[in-house]
């Protein structure tokens, strides 16, 4: 299925606000799902609305719920959000974290009763329209291997990072703790297709490529091992311990547990004002340097083109809000259900 990408932002705000979402809440859901899709991150995008749906329509996820800060000071917030859509609350934390580093220089907020997120990256890069560096951090139910256990012990946990640049595009970094985010493996799943051999474990922590076996005996590997793990676990800390947000299985899933619970998930947002540090003009022909020495740098064999963190994303997206986005067969298939579930004409997007 090729879409435009206002069509189909379009389609999402029908969608939400035939729930019950106000216009505002769906259109900042929308943004965050469909920026995802034309950056080609589609586990994360559009493809989740279906299931964010569902738990509207049972209560889990507060429709009309308002994120609030419910402590803070000069440079730290922390925001409760109100079983909100997890986009809602995560974008209100965010522009808190940057409203305070512009104040001060820098700021963490953390985010409790949250839901899941999306995308990891989007948050971070809304620094980078504000000249600042920005880092954004999630919880989630476990679904991740660590080194010596059998099974899950953390979630997939995942990171963002975002800088800006002069001439060059913006470093954009968003990636799970996992080797692969559980988003690709359901996805190759649903697809008929096997998967690396590295990237799941069976019931008895051995290596398999089926990914069917993820949904009820399987776990991924930690991204580079014990590294990957540390890094989730930290995650763990500012997202979830921190803040008081449910710690690991306290978290439902929130795909597929009671559609009517919270699902307690944790978050954490993190900016950086440029200009408190350095001119904003310095520090862009500073990382501009440093993209380009990267880029010169002596490639291996067969290799075209070394990337920064983010340049594939930005390259994609330029071409899908011109061309339309190339939605995947399973990203059809979720909109196509989700269509049907509230009787809406898919056909629109198509226009």
């Given at each position: 299925m090729k879409v435009s990408a206002q069509n189909l932002h379009a389609f999402c705000v029908e969608a939400l606000i035939q729930v019950g979402v106000s216009q505002a809440d769906a259109r900042t859901t929308a943004d965050v799902l469909v920026t995802t899709d034309t950056w080609g991150t589609f586990t994360h995008g559009t493809k989740a609305l279906r299931a964010?749906?569902?738990?509207?329509?049972?209560?889990?996820?507060?429709k009309n719920g308002r994120p609030k800060v419910v402590s803070e000071g000069p440079a730290w917030a922390l925001v409760d959000g109100d079983s909100s859509l997890?986009?809602?609350?995560?974008e209100f934390a965010m522009q808190t974290a940057l409203a305070k580093a512009a104040a001060v220089g820098i700021a963490f907020v953390g985010l409790r009763n949250n839901c899941h997120y999306g995308a990891a990256g989007y948050y971070a890069s809304m620094a980078i329209e504000k000249d600042m560096i920005g880092i954004s951090m999630a919880n989630d139910i476990p679904t991740v291997n660590a080194p010596g256990a059998r099974g899950s012990v953390l979630g997939s946990n995942p990171f963002g990072f975002a800088a800006p640049a002069g001439k060059e595009k913006p470093i954009l970094l968003d990636m799970a703790t996992s080797t692969v985010a559980g988003g690709k493996v359901f996805a190759a799943a649903a697809l008929g297709k096997t998967i690396p051999g590295d990237w799941l474990l069976d019931a008895n922590a051995k290596p398999t490529t089926d990914p069917t076996l993820f949904s009820h005996a399987g776990s991924l590997t930690p991204l580079g091992g014990y590294k990957g793990y540390g890094i989730a676990f930290l995650i763990e800390v500012l997202s979830a311990i921190l803040t008081g947000a449910a710690i690991r299985w306290q978290v439902s899933s929130w795909t597929f547990s009671d559609p009517s619970k919270?699902?307690?998930?944790?978050?954490a947002f993190i900016a950086l004002h440029i200009a408190s540090f350095m001119p904003v003009e310095q520090f862009k022909e500073r990382i501009d340097r440093a993209i380009r020495e990267i880029h010169a740098?002596?490639?291996?064999?067969?290799?075209?083109?070394?990337?920064?963190p983010g340049e594939m994303e930005w390259e994609r997206r330029e071409k899908a809000l011109v061309e339309g986005i190339d939605l995947p067969e399973d990203v059809s298939a979720s909109l196509r259900g989700l269509a049907e579930d509230l009787n809406l004409d898919l056909n629109r997007i198509l226009r």
């Open positions: 964010y749906v569902r738990r509207l329509r049972g209560g889990g996820l507060r997890g986009m809602v609350s995560s919270p699902t307690g998930h944790g978050a740098a002596e490639k291996a064999d067969g290799a075209g083109r070394i990337y920064l």
